[in-house]
């Protein structure tokens, strides 16, 4: 049924989840697609019961980002948003969400003399995966749809295996070449294409 939607509309379909939930609806007796008033019931999407929602999806899978939330959750961008931020004090960090009170952890173990092994940034320049897998895997992958996620990891398997083990040599000897123009900046952030 999904599919006969993306043909119909393309880009303009609704989400899976929101298809989902008015299935479910209008399976369930619901005959009208205007919004339902709704007595007493607050505003704002920032309830107690959508607060436990997004935290329950977050505590599944920190990795989601604010728009696969929102549309798990049946809400808003900006209200899930607000929610991670406001009311579940979160941020963004390397693409994972984590409490903003991390920071404090720090500042914890330097008042009481803990020492702390520094632990160095992620970085797309440093990781083989980035300059090298990645890009290799997008090529086979881009401009394609699969149908289903055995087909993609059927071509993502078949991709990884063809790469020429010459490949892997060079990747290896561009990551070193990677890693000795991090030590001459002595960690600062350098492009890729100036090593």
Same mark, same amino acid.
């Given at each position: 049924?999904?599919?006969?939607?993306?043909?119909?509309?393309?880009?303009?379909?609704?989400?899976?989840?929101?298809?989902?939930?008015?299935?479910?609806?209008?399976?369930?007796?619901?005959?009208?697609?205007? !919004?339902?008033? $709704?007595?007493?019931?607050?505003? +704002?999407?920032?309830?107690?019961?959508?607060?436990?929602? @997004?935290?329950? /999806?977050?505590?599944?899978?920190?990795?989601?980002?604010?728009?696969?939330?929102?549309?798990?959750?049946?809400?808003?961008?900006?209200?899930?948003?607000?929610?991670?931020?406001?009311?579940?004090?979160?941020?963004?960090?390397?693409?994972?969400?984590?409490?903003?009170?991390?920071?404090?952890?720090?500042?914890?173990?330097?008042?009481?003399?803990?020492?702390?092994?520094?632990?160095?940034?992620?970085?797309?320049?440093?990781?083989?995966? !980035?300059?090298? $897998?990645?890009?290799?895997?997008? +090529?086979?992958?881009?401009?394609?749809?699969?149908?289903? @996620?055995?087909? /993609?990891?059927?071509?993502?398997?078949?991709?990884?295996?063809?790469?020429?083990?010459?490949?892997?040599?060079?990747?290896?000897?561009?990551?070193?070449?990677?890693?000795?123009?991090?030590?001459?900046?002595?960690?600062?952030?350098?492009?890729?294409?100036?090593?």
């Amino acid at each position: 049924m999904l599919q006969l939607l993306r043909t119909a509309y393309g880009d303009a379909v609704l989400s899976s989840a929101q298809v989902f939930r008015w299935h479910k609806a209008f399976k369930d007796g619901r005959e009208s697609i205007a !919004d339902e008033q $709704l007595a007493g019931y607050p505003s +704002t999407s920032r309830t107690e019961n959508n607060v436990a929602c @997004v935290k329950a /999806v977050l505590d599944r899978d920190r990795h989601l980002n604010v728009h696969l939330i929102a549309e798990e959750v049946g809400l808003p961008k900006t209200d899930v948003h607000q929610i991670i931020t406001e009311d579940l004090h979160m941020r963004n960090n390397c693409a994972k969400l984590v409490p903003k009170n991390l920071s404090d952890v720090w500042e914890f173990l330097a008042q009481n003399n803990i020492t702390a092994l520094p632990r160095p940034q992620y970085s797309r320049d440093l990781a083989s995966c !980035d300059f090298f $897998l990645f890009p290799k895997l997008k +090529t086979h992958l881009k401009g394609h749809h699969f149908g289903t @996620v055995e087909n /993609v990891q059927a071509t993502a398997t078949r991709a990884l295996n063809n790469i020429p083990s010459e490949d892997f040599l060079h990747c290896y000897e561009e990551w070193q070449q990677r890693w000795n123009c991090c030590m001459r900046s002595q960690g600062a952030n350098f492009e890729g294409d100036k090593l």
